[in-house]
């Protein structure tokens, strides 16, 4: 597609659910991340792929995140027995390759109540 | 631990007067810094960078200036307009070692017709 496209776009869930984000990258663009943006603060590096590379997940707040990406396509971001802190606008983004410029989506906003 | 800090987080502006956003980072080994645009609801949006093998970078009403020693990068808006009103990012990154970009907390501008 001509952007990064994120889905669902707004998800409500009840504490204790777990969640999946979506992620759909520029075609051909080899490097996925996945930031976050809480209430009043900066956007928070979660993990990043590259090709085939083992991926960064130094970001990652706990255990209850994970994401895989297949290949160079779709990315999915789980958060398993949400919590309220996790409430926040989660944001994908890519690049043509590792350093180069970041285009974000539109982000997934997760509310848990 | 901020590597990139954006002490301002707001600012407003007449229409026409010129807007400077300032941005300060910690780590030497950044080379490569970006400005990001981000209207509510939105995904951020690339709007400029700059490589720290340049002092200054200028597109259209908007210029990236780069002081190395001091670690310090500002955006210059001239003249500002009331769509340039919008959450600022400023983004940093090591081409040559980290694997992702470094963002500060973003400013808010309100141009004020």
């Known amino acids: 597609g001509a952007g990064v496209s994120q889905s669902p776009s707004n998800k409500v869930t009840e504490k204790g659910k777990d969640v999946e984000l979506r992620c759909d990258p520029i075609s051909g663009h080899t490097a996925l991340y996945w930031y976050r943006q809480r209430l009043g603060q900066g956007l928070e590096f979660l993990i990043y792929?590259?090709?085939?590379?083992?991926?960064?997940k130094s970001g990652l707040p706990s255990d209850r995140f994970s994401a895989e990406r297949t290949g160079e396509s779709v990315s999915t971001l789980t958060i398993q027995r949400t919590q309220q802190e996790d409430s926040a606008v989660y944001l994908c983004?890519?690049?043509?390759?590792?350093?180069?410029?970041?285009?974000f989506g539109e982000g997934s906003w997760l509310t848990v109540v | 631990d901020q590597q990139v800090k954006q002490n301002s987080p707001s600012l407003s502006v007449q229409e026409g007067r010129i807007s400077i956003l300032n941005c300060d980072y910690t780590n030497s080994m950044f080379d490569y810094f970006l400005w990001y645009k981000k209207y509510p609801a939105e995904g951020p949006t690339f709007l400029i960078s700059?490589?720290?093998?340049?002092d200054k970078n200028e597109d259209g009403r908007f210029t990236v200036f780069l002081n190395k020693s001091a670690k310090h990068l500002s955006l210059h808006i001239v003249p500002s307009q009331p769509g340039d009103s919008a959450v600022y990012f400023c983004?940093?990154?090591?081409?040559?070692?980290?694997?992702?970009?470094?963002f500060g907390t973003g400013t808010r501008l309100t141009v004020i017709p």
């Open positions: 983004a890519s690049s043509l390759f590792l350093g180069n410029t970041i285009y």
């Open positions: 700059i490589s720290s093998i340049k």
């Open positions: 983004a940093a990154s090591s081409q040559t070692g980290a694997n992702n970009l470094f």
């Open positions: 792929f590259q090709g085939n590379s083992a991926p960064d």
